[in-house]
């Protein structure tokens, strides 16, 4: 059984930057793609940011482009979200997922209906 753990939210000032993690367990690294989302109260869950299973391949949504960046330590069976000039509307629940079956090592992409297993969720708050 695949599990992922989040790990690293917190309350930041706007501007602020926090790196988040996700750690896999159950299922071997170089197996899956691995997408983060979010969902702020009373929204719908948005796909952020994706990174292929060998790591090679990455594609941000529009809306945290420029401000996030996404990698990976297959070795460590982790994943890391780091995002700077964090802002009041980045407040939300953050989660990470996989997908077990990309139809490639270089593909990822951040539809729901691909990823299988999800963590619970960490919570980024932006305010002052």
């Known amino acids: 059984q695949l599990q992922l753990v989040e790990s690293g939210g917190g309350l930041v000032q706007p501007g602020g930057s926090l790196r988040l993690s996700c750690a896999v367990s159950g299922f071997a690294a170089d197996d899956y793609a691995i997408g983060w989302f979010r969902q702020a109260p009373g929204k719908a869950r948005e796909g952020i940011s994706c990174?292929?299973?060998?790591?090679?391949?990455?594609n941000d949504a529009y809306s945290v482009k420029g401000r996030i960046t996404i990698s990976r330590d297959n070795a460590k069976n982790a994943v890391y979200l780091q995002m700077d000039s964090l802002k009041p509307e980045d407040t939300a629940v953050y989660f990470c997922?996989?997908?077990?079956?990309?139809?490639?090592?270089?593909?990822?992409?951040?539809?729901?209906?691909?990823?299988?297993?999800w963590g619970q969720g960490t919570q980024v708050t932006i305010s002052s």
């Open positions: 990174i292929s299973s060998n790591g090679r391949n990455t």
């Open positions: 997922a996989a997908d077990v079956s990309p139809p490639t090592p270089y593909y990822c992409d951040y539809d729901t209906a691909h990823f299988t297993y």
